[in-house]
């Protein structure tokens, strides 16, 4: 009988936290985490210059995209911008327990 085993490894592009975090504060923005699930989610929230607000998002050090918010529209608070996503069944399969 053969087995597999199957190891995981920290994406090739991860961005250390620490990282994530100095970046954020040196562009004067709010470094945001939590974990969820066996991943880290972390956001950068921060202003630009012609006063919108920005969120770039990150799971387990990797870049995943930036929310634009609206000018006007009240600054992120707290974690709110830190949200792991929906989890997406197969249909036809059972969700893990």
């Known amino acids: 009988m053969l087995g597999a085993f199957v190891l995981t490894a920290p ?3 991860a961005i ?3 990282t994530i975090k100095a ?4 562009a004067g ?14 956001s950068c929230d921060y202003k630009d210059i012609d006063g919108g607000w920005h969120s770039d ?3 387990n050090g990797e870049y995943t995209g930036t929310i634009d918010i609206e000018k006007g ?6 974690k709110t911008s830190v949200a792991p996503p ?10 893990a327990r």
């Open 57 to 59: 998002q990150y799971v």
């Open 16 to 18: 250390p936290e620490g």
């Open 23 to 26: 970046e954020c504060k040196d």
């Open 86 to 95: 929906p989890p997406v069944f197969n249909p036809g399969m059972a969700p």
């Open 29 to 42: 923005g709010t470094y945001n985490t939590s974990t969820s699930g066996g991943q880290r989610y972390s």
């Open 73 to 78: 529209a009240p600054p992120p608070t707290g």
């Open 11 to 13: 994406a090739a592009n």
